[in-house]
């Protein structure tokens, strides 16, 4: 293992106002002799190494990891393995081993000669094991699993190599020379993959009340007609009144000069000046382009966000700080520290790999806001500034300050960030008619990773949401393609009956969320939106291991004959949702069904005699349902003692006594009087499409209406069994 010297910077802050940025096309490089080696690495030839490369099975033994800590400092392993945050991790028996690989490939054509294939070489260090707690580690973090090191690009000529995949070294300052290639290489080489985005239509133009900052006049101005512009994706860490824009400050805004920068905070002031520094002129900022004491003007503006994001040149991404006073990284002296870690061996620089995007950007507050997944997933071209380094995302590559990845001679089939990166929204063409349906499965898996971020106003849980949605119905042509059709709460219409499977983490607060505005419709218990607290969807398995879900659920016949929802003006409106007939594997098994479907309309006339509040948000529909005892199950894997909510055993009485039918996850506090999903002595072997989703309710406070509580299945055998009732429930 290789012994790399510490070399310590100290950085310091300035006041948040527009500097001139230093050059950084290449850092001071200062005289070094080689790094002293241990009597193992001292008998290594890098040069041939690094040249010829070494395979995995002829990998060369280094010795014992514990040995290589106690007389050197080998970062790579340290670093990686989160070493100083598991002091007491068992690695005496480990040893390790080094190899060297190709670590990217050309897009060329096979009959090309394979040596202009090999353009790069990079060290790897291989384990003999690897600490289950290590391995929680890294994946927690998104970490690079690889041990590896590069050889840094301006002497990859002394080992026979280009500099292309070899590393870079990173200054204290962004490079905006690079960054201006990047974009350049995006724009002219990667054509209109690149260019648009698959959800927005041929005639899709932003709306005239859409404003940007005119970073050349200082104005906030009236977006010009298909102009060219840039959007700020950043944390506003709290309120922002003293540099927002309002009703009250908007004329004098729009004025040239109009914009005072003594109020801009750290991270608007640097944007505007890197904005600059690129040579673009207008600028999109939520806090400065929307009027936010104007809830008219704040509808219209969060409505058309997809069209914003989408339509921006580019994206800059702050995620570099906790709040927008922190100065954006890289862009004013002492504003960042990369600690990149480099050591002269034989003559050679090498270096350590900087984190992996991905790994940057899990390990910011950034990543954990609500407001940013849409900005994120809507961007079609982003750079990324962290305390690490910056790095620059579109739909076709990803590439680095510290790793030459960018195309020189060819195009690369891979190289180290391909999937280093912070993905992409689905598709990146238009999915083919017969993919549409599958957009559920996006969306399920969009609300699970959205609702694990915070959000400083609770009555923002739909809007930051709103442009994600919106791209989806748009593109997967929902409703015909309109929003307000296929969307309400936050869950989607067509597909209602899965929508509404969905189960909070065991760890979620069992509590709903507040509404900051009484004029607003609330949200209805039926949505995740109602509730505070990550949500995820599983299927049948989630039942009986709690750590392991499985894939997403799925739904074999819809048992509800028609939906009905009440809508703002207190109607009740038929609901178009997505019917699926039984799945069976013979057809005497699709006949033994013994759950009847309800039939009839539901008139609302009569549920208004009957004293029944049609209050906008509130689903009508016919079912069945029956009472059942539930007791807290004591089976299930990877549960935790102190978690809100808990997975219930539902008991039946037929056909013996305390008999397990099915599993519910409801909230720990449910008081209950402990196995498998259900008996299948008792009631037979389980089958395709033997269970029946259903939902717990409980009725609210001074009404007929009924509140969601929990989602469970059941075995279809079971229901009869409990006298089912055929009833007219008003779900709010």
């Known amino acids: 293992m290789f012994y790399l010297r510490r070399r310590q910077r100290k950085t310091r802050t300035e006041d948040s106002s527009l500097h001139p940025i230093p050059s950084n096309h290449t850092p001071e490089t200062p005289p070094e002799d080689d790094a002293p080696l241990c009597s193992t690495c001292s008998t290594l030839n890098l040069h041939a190494i690094l040249y010829d490369g070494v395979p995995k099975e002829h990998a060369i033994p280094l010795g014992y990891l514990s040995d290589i800590l106690d007389k050197s400092n080998p970062i790579v392993v340290r670093r990686a393995w989160k070493l100083d945050k598991l002091p007491n991790i068992d690695i005496a028996s480990i040893t390790c081993a080094l190899y ?7 897009n060329i054509p096979d009959y090309v000669s394979p040596v202009l294939k090999d353009i790069c070489h990079r060290l790897h260090i291989q384990t003999s094991d690897r600490p289950r707690d290590v391995i929680a580690a890294m994946a927690a973090t998104q970490s690079n699993l690889l041990l590896d090191i590069q050889l840094l690009g301006e002497d990859a000529f002394k080992v026979g190599r280009t500099k292309e995949l070899h590393g870079r070294r990173v200054g204290q300052n962004v490079d905006i020379s690079m960054l201006k290639r990047w974009i350049h290489i995006c724009e002219h080489e990667h054509g209109e993959l690149c260019e648009t985005v698959w959800w927005r239509g041929a005639g899709d133009v932003l709306p005239k009340s859409v404003r940007v900052v005119d970073v050349t006049r200082m104005a906030v101005v009236r977006a010009p007609p298909s ?13 922002g009144e003293e540099y927002w824009t309002t009703r009250a400050n ?8 109009g914009l005072d920068l ?14 600059r520094q690129l040579g673009e002129r207008y600028l999109w900022i939520d806090a400065l382009c929307i009027v936010q004491d104007d809830p008219k003007d704040k509808t219209v503006q969060i409505g058309v966000m997809e069209l914003i994001y989408g339509s921006s040149a580019f994206t800059i991404f702050a995620a570099g700080g906790t709040s927008a006073h922190d100065p954006l990284p890289g862009i004013r002296p002492g504003t960042r520290d990369p600690k990149q870690q480099i050591a002269k061996i034989q003559g050679l620089h090498l270096a350590v790999p900087l984190i992996l995007p991905r790994e940057a950007i899990a390990s910011s507050v950034w ?11 809507l961007s079609r071209r982003r750079i990324f500034l962290t305390p690490h380094h910056v790095h620059f995302e579109c739909t076709e590559d990803i590439w680095s300050e510290d790793v030459i990845a960018e195309r020189i001679n060819h ?10 990166g912070a993905g992409g929204f689905t598709f990146l063409r238009p999915p083919p008619q017969w993919m549409r349906p599958t957009y559920i499965e996006h969306y399920m898996s969009m609300v699970g990773k959205y609702t694990q971020r915070k959000l400083t106003m609770e009555s923002d849980i739909v809007n930051a949401v709103t442009a994600l949605v919106n791209a989806m119905a748009k593109g997967f042509k929902l409703a015909g ?4 059709q296929a969307f309400r709460f936050g869950m989607p219409l067509m597909d209602l009956e899965l929508a509404l499977v969905w189960q909070p983490t065991a760890n979620a607060p069992c509590v709903r969320r507040v509404h900051g505005n009484r004029n607003m419709t609330p949200w209805p218990s039926w949505s995740w939106a109602a509730w505070r607290g990550a949500v995820q969807y599983n299927e049948v398995s989630l039942f009986v291991d709690a750590q392991y879900g499985g894939v997403s659920p799925w739904i074999t016949q819809s048992l509800v004959e028609q939906w009905n929802i009440v809508d703002d003006d207190g109607r009740l409106v038929p609901l178009d949702v997505r019917r699926s007939g039984r799945m ?20 609302a006339q009569t549920l208004i005699t009957e004293g029944a509040p049609l209050r906008p948000g509130t689903l009508a529909f016919r079912t069945r349902s029956a009472r059942f005892n539930v007791t807290k199950a004591d089976d299930i894997a990877g549960a935790d003692p102190d978690a809100n909510y808990a997975t219930y055993s539902i008991l039946s009485d037929l056909p013996r006594p305390s008999t397990l039918v099915g599993r519910v996850i409801l909230p720990c506090s449910t008081h209950s009087p402990t196995s498998w999903l259900y008996d299948e002595d008792a009631l037979g072997k389980r089958y395709l499409g033997c269970m029946l989703f259903v939902m717990a309710v409980q009725q609210m406070q001074d009404e007929k209406r009924m509140e969601r509580i929990g989602v469970g299945v059941i075995f279809e055998h079971a229901w009869p069994n409990a006298t089912p009732d055929q009833k007219v429930v008003l779900l709010g």
């Open 367 to 377: 990543d954990t806001r609500g407001w940013t997944y849409q900005e994120l997933l």
């Open 411 to 420: 195009p690369w089939a891979s190289h180290p960030l391909k999937l280093g």
């Open 481 to 484: 393609g309109n929003p307000g």
């Open 262 to 275: 003594s109020v801009l905070p750290g991270t608007i002031l640097d944007t505007i000046q890197l904005v």
């Open 250 to 257: 908007l004329k004098q805004r729009r004025a040239q000069g």
């Open 584 to 603: 069976a594997r013979s057809i005497e098994e699709a006949n033994s069904s013994p759950y009847v479907i309800p039939k009839g309309d539901i008139d």
């Open 227 to 239: 102009c060219r512009f840039v959007a700020l994706s950043y944390l506003w860490g709290g309120t």
């Open 100 to 106: 060297a690989l190709e670590c990217g490939y050309p």
